[in-house]
């Protein structure tokens, strides 16, 4: 099973820099005012998302 992610172009101004240009789903991205980049979609494992919607990466650590 694999959940869909999208790239967002802004960070909330209370977010980490680094945030900027990541993954995240739709639900993440919403609640946070970000821009969803258009056609970025990508199916990752939920094991690679934190609890509060952000791709973490392949390795399913911290965003880097």
């Known amino acids: ?3 869909k992610v999208y790239r ?3 960070h909330a101004p209370e ?3 680094t945030l ?3 993954y995240a789903t ?18 990752v494992d939920p094991a690679h998302v934190d609890a ?4 973490l990466g392949l ?3 911290q965003p880097g």
């Open 1 to 3: 099973m694999t959940i």
């Open 8 to 10: 967002y172009a802004q």
């Open 15 to 17: 977010q980490d820099d």
């Open 20 to 22: 900027a240009h990541a």
């Open 26 to 43: 739709m639900d993440f991205i919403v609640l946070n005012k970000l821009t969803a980049v258009p056609d970025s979609a990508m199916d």
């Open 52 to 55: 509060d919607g952000r791709y």
């Open 59 to 61: 390795n399913g650590g």
